[in-house]
């Protein structure tokens, strides 16, 4: 072990943590759209929420592009698996068809980057629920369950 | 150029520091647009009581700017892209809850760390998507035949301080990746969670850094400096 070990960080420390930095900011970037999915969820104020895993082997950024007519996107959660259907109309909007598992009716709303008001719906005794034309951009489903259920956020997702 | 950058930083650091007090209060009631140059310290602060009043916009700033800090925390640790994610939702959405007992930026980013971290090695102790981290960086490295003779030359630069890197023990890259990303008035605040070590002015070089400069040839190995 070299002996400089204990003197207080200098110039040189300074200038390598500075390059260290900015080696693991080439290799390794956090994904630019993160800070913004996060203040997504957090502006739900809602600390018992408990946030949906996307299924395995699936892609929220898949078709951002609108190269695909229609995907399938499966979200899982301790208490609830949400599984939505996104098709693109003829008009640019989208259409989300989902199905809450287990079924249950439940309050199930759309935060939308384009608009302060989210889209509301409810699901009925199958579990499936509509949202005939939403605008693209980021979006993320609430299902919020009566009584003293958790509620469910899915990850924002880019329709 | 580093260089460059570190005098910059170091400037900053004087001038803020030499500023009495009372001066910076004048010059902040007088000029909000100098925000900017406005002390972090203070600056965060204030982000965090607007954040605490209920701003989104705050808490947006907050989230911004210190995501990339966890996001490295999380990635040391060896977890996935995704798993990282996750954590990130996990810290951020716990913060909620901690706004009333956080009013420094420094307890601010010691308690991110903390909390970033412990989730990561519960993440990673459940074992979900867990990929190795080693050996994974490097192939993403850019292309040192394209571009400007000064873009090859910085490449080049990262390639030796890389592989200087690549020679440390996992532990002192774990250490060394977090603590590049911390905000340097904040070291104290996280130098205990990391083992970092703490002399009577702050904290020390330490066994990690201390090597890396051996191995890039800053000093001569077992010099008395």
């Known amino acids: 072990m070299t002996s400089s070990s204990g003197a207080p960080l200098d110039d040189l420390d300074f200038g390598l943590l500075d390059r260290v930095r900015e080696i693991y900011q080439a290799v390794d970037p ?32 898949v078709s951002a592009r609108g190269t695909e007519q229609s995907r399938t996107i499966t979200f899982e959660s301790d208490s609830l698996t949400i599984m939505i259907r996104i098709d693109v109309n003829r008009d640019g909007t989208v259409r989300v068809d989902g199905w809450l598992a287990p079924a249950q009716c439940v309050g199930v709303e759309l935060k939308t980057s384009a608009s302060a008001d989210a889209l509301s719906a409810s699901s009925d005794e199958q579990g499936r629920f509509a949202f005939a034309r939403v605008p693209r951009g980021t979006a993320q489903l609430v299902a919020r369950p009566e009584g003293q259920g958790r509620s469910v956020v899915t990850p924002a997702l880019v329709l | 150029m580093p260089e460059r950058g570190r005098v910059t930083v170091r400037a900053g650091q004087q001038d803020s520091g030499r500023v009495p007090a009372q001066a910076g209060r004048q010059a902040r009631g007088r000029v909000p647009a100098q925000a900017g140059r406005q002390d972090r310290g203070e600056r965060v602060a204030e982000l965090l009581e607007a954040a605490r009043a209920g701003s989104d916009e705050a808490l947006g700033a907050i989230v911004a700017e210190h995501s990339p800090l966890l996001w490295h925390v999380a990635r040391a640790a ?13 810290v951020w959405l716990r913060l909620l809850a901690h706004l009333d007992d956080i009013r420094t930026s420094a307890a601010l980013t010691g308690w ?16 979900r998507r867990q990929v190795p981290a080693e050996g994974e960086a490097l192939d993403t490295l850019p292309d040192q035949g394209a571009g400007p003779q000064e873009q090859v030359l910085i490449d080049d630069q990262r390639r030796t301080l890389w592989v200087a890197i690549a020679q440390l023990s996992a532990r ?47 000093d001569p190995e077992g010099s008395l400096i």
């Open chain 1, 30 to 61: 956090m994904p630019e759209d993160l800070p913004e999915r996060i203040c997504f969820l957090l502006a739900l104020r809602d600390l018992e929420v408990q946030v949906a895993r996307l299924g395995a082997g699936q892609d929220l950024l």
């Open chain 2, 78 to 90: 060896g977890l996935s892209s995704g798993d990282a994610e996750d954590v990130l939702q996990t």
């Open chain 2, 112 to 127: 991110l760390v903390v909390t970033a971290r412990r989730e990561a090695w519960r993440v990673r102790a459940a074992g």
């Open chain 2, 172 to 218: 002192c890259q774990e250490l060394l990746r977090i603590v590049a990303f911390v905000p340097r008035p904040d070291y104290s605040a996280v130098a205990a969670e990391l083992g970092m070590p703490v002399g009577s002015v702050g904290p020390t070089r330490g066994r990690c850094l201390a090597k890396l400069r051996v191995l890039l040839g800053m």
